[in-house]
């Protein structure tokens, strides 16, 4: 069953490539949606996929790479916004 999910992490996030992370895990399972980094410090992203496929990449983002420490997390569900692959978008 394909889902989509939309996250908020915040923590140390930004400037230890918690994006090129996020997008690596997810084209490698082969899910669609962004990835962004937001004014407030924190990172956002859409997970559109299989059910078992988004929440590896989420358990993947409670994780981080190795520079990263993940304080929270939150997730909520979304609605699939039709990207045809997964991509980092501008900065909010």
């Given at each position: ?8 992490i ?17 084209r ?10 937001r ?54």
């Open positions: 069953m394909t889902v989509a999910c939309h996250l908020s915040r923590g140390r996030v930004q400037g230890v490539g918690f994006r090129a992370f996020v997008i690596d895990r997810a490698l399972l082969g899910l669609r949606g962004w990835v962004r980094n004014r407030d410090g924190s990172v956002e992203a859409l997970l559109i996929g299989e059910d078992d496929t988004v929440n590896a990449v989420i358990a993947d983002c409670a994780r981080g790479p190795g520079l990263a420490h993940v304080q929270h997390l939150e997730k909520q569900p979304a609605h699939d916004d039709g990207s045809t692959d997964f991509q980092a978008r501008p900065s909010i």
